[in-house]
């Protein structure tokens, strides 16, 4: 829904701008635009490089030329002041837009990695946005007051939802599925060793690619690891960039993500769209987005024989796995769609903005003011298709920084 008052039922729609310069972003920004420009907001997504097509709604897209000394393309391409909050991804995206609007009263917001460690600073701003109860504790322990972080959970493709899984296993080997970015601490390892308490399963690793020499080392590790354990012939990698990807993808009866360290839920997340039933392990944001024995399992980091017992109990019967999996697609489309996503992040957009105006001594009559602006009007216009053009962006209308 657009920004409201709530004493007066005056709606205004909210004009954001997303900073997305530090690449790799922990969640999916473009997904999160999407689901806010669904809900009547304009968004203008600063990014170096162009995301998926924006599809319907008030999303523009400007491509940015990140420099690694912070600086990020010409200044004439930005227009961060004319936005009601700027919400940034990233430490140098949020250090970038802090210096772009530091004469302004509009408030930053700043989106913190879960996984983030202590060698990573926690950015200046007005506000913080983290995924899950994990993160805003360990940001809460770096200083931050609890007041000042909302929980805004991490979002997935509504596509995926759509996806059938008429290629199933079933007929062959019992298959696990693991997504891995290659790194000793994804716990890669510990799926390939549980595979010694499921005789009859396949264990099929996706990852990224093996474009950089850590990488190809982190293959040659797993490979090596299956081979001593005399599980090799039933442990395949494949890049999930290859077209035989997506068929194993959705042919796997049960996917595990059992990493040691905190950091992104998506695997899970895709998972659970695909209607898939899910074994992770107990670190970060993932004890918030399982359900313990409703919509998956949970077992400790690094410990294979329980990750071996758990997919033992649900790929030793079908009928076992028809809950899990249904109730974890309910648990997406009722708590990860984009647009449910983007509703908690307007509410805590909509409680900044409260924060601003009456911090500022915002007057019912300069809200009505803003409500009549003809630029406003203009934003709201039904026949505008958000493709090769641009709208022009209503001034902020937060009174003074909030913090």
């Not at 649900?314 to 990860?336: I, K």
Request: charged fraction near 25%.
């Amino acid at each position: 829904m657009p920004f409201e008052d709530a004493t007066e039922g005056v709606t205004v729609p909210v004009t954001v701008a997303f900073v997305e310069l530090d690449g790799g972003a922990h969640r999916d920004v473009g997904l999160l635009a999407r689901g806010l420009a669904r809900l009547g907001h304009h968004v203008v997504h600063y990014a170096p490089t162009h995301q998926a097509p924006p599809g319907p709604g008030r999303y523009e897209q400007v491509r940015m030329a990140g420099g690694e000394d912070g600086t990020a393309g010409s200044s004439d391409r930005w227009e961060l002041g004319r936005a009601d909050v700027v919400h940034a991804f990233g430490v140098r995206s949020t250090a970038t837009a802090r210096a772009m609007i530091a004469e302004s009263a509009i408030p930053l917001v700043a989106d913190w990695c879960s996984y983030a460690t202590a060698a990573h600073p926690v950015p200046e701003a007005d506000h913080y946005t983290v995924t899950g109860k994990a993160a805003a504790t360990a940001l809460a322990s770096r200083g931050v007051a609890r007041s000042d972080i909302g929980i805004v959970v991490d979002t997935v493709d509504d596509e995926l939802r759509r996806t059938q899984n008429e290629t199933s296993a079933a007929a062959g080997r019992p298959r696990l599925l693991c997504h891995s970015r290659l790194r000793p601490e994804d716990g890669t390892d510990t799926a390939i060793a549980a595979l010694r308490w499921l005789p009859e399963a396949e264990l099929v690793v996706v990852h990224g690619g093996t474009v950089t020499s850590g990488a190809r080392a982190e293959v040659t590790r797993l490979l090596d690891g299956a081979r001593k354990l005399g599980v090799a012939d039933r442990m395949r990698e494949v890049d999930r960039h290859s077209l035989i990807a997506e068929r194993l993808i959705d042919s796997a009866d049960v996917v595990v993500h059992v990493p040691r360290v905190p950091g992104p839920v998506t695997p899970v997340l895709e998972a659970m769209a695909r209607g898939k039933p899910v074994i992770a392990s107990t670190t970060g944001d993932l004890s918030d987005t399982v359900i313990a024995g409703v919509t998956g399992l949970l077992v400790g980091a690094g410990d294979p024989a329980a990750l071996g017992r758990a997919a033992r109990r649900l790929l030793g019967d079908r009928t076992a796995r028809a809950p899990f999996a249904v109730a974890a697609l309910d648990r997406v489309e009722q708590r990860h769609t984009p647009t449910r996503v983007a509703t908690d992040l307007h509410r805590i957009y909509r409680d900044i903005l409260d924060r601003c105006r009456i911090g500022a001594g915002g007057t019912r009559e300069a809200l009505l003011a803003v409500a009549s602006d003809p630029v406003l009007e203009a934003q709201t216009d039904p026949s505008w298709s958000g493709e090769g053009r641009r709208l022009p962006i209503a001034p902020s209308r937060s009174g003074g920084r909030c913090g």
